[in-house]
């Protein structure tokens, strides 16, 4: 894990924990048992790639390592598109004041289901490790030419149809 990678991570859960601390005091959409974590930081592509868990979401987020990095790596644009290992993931691109531009994808929203904040770093690390996992794609390919290969009769049940029947299909 590169240096600057973690340091970004570590600055984003901060101002988190301060958001949590006083905007999200007592708001129910809050999860008691969780608190703020970064995750996972790791440079990719030029950004710091990583996971932020809240009490209220978990999102893969996507910073610039250095300060001076973000107008070029966000420019004035509301979405981005990453290519991962695993495929593309599409980030919406926001500002945190303190921090500057960066981009997220909702990995979990509200933070209901996990019970503590064990189960919530083990879930934001395992869909981290899923993005980087090359076999996702592989696989995601895979089920795409074998459904390429459907011609429209089949699509619409006339091959299976006429095999139950007995017929050749067409």
Known sequence: ????????????????????????????????????????????????????VTPWFANLVAVAPHVDDWPSLFPNVSRLCLRFPAGDVDFNVSELDGFGRFASCSLFSPMSEFADQDSARLAALAALDALFDSRLHEASQEKSSARSGLDRRALFGGRRRQELNGEAAL
Not at 4 to 27: C, D, F, K, P, W
């Open 1 to 52: 894990m590169n240096a600057n990678a973690h340091a970004a991570g570590a600055t984003l859960a901060e101002l988190y924990r301060e958001i949590h601390r006083t905007a999200m005091s007592g708001v129910p959409i809050c999860n008691d048992a969780l608190a703020v974590e970064a995750f996972g930081f790791r440079d990719f592509d030029g950004y710091a790639v990583g996971v932020i």
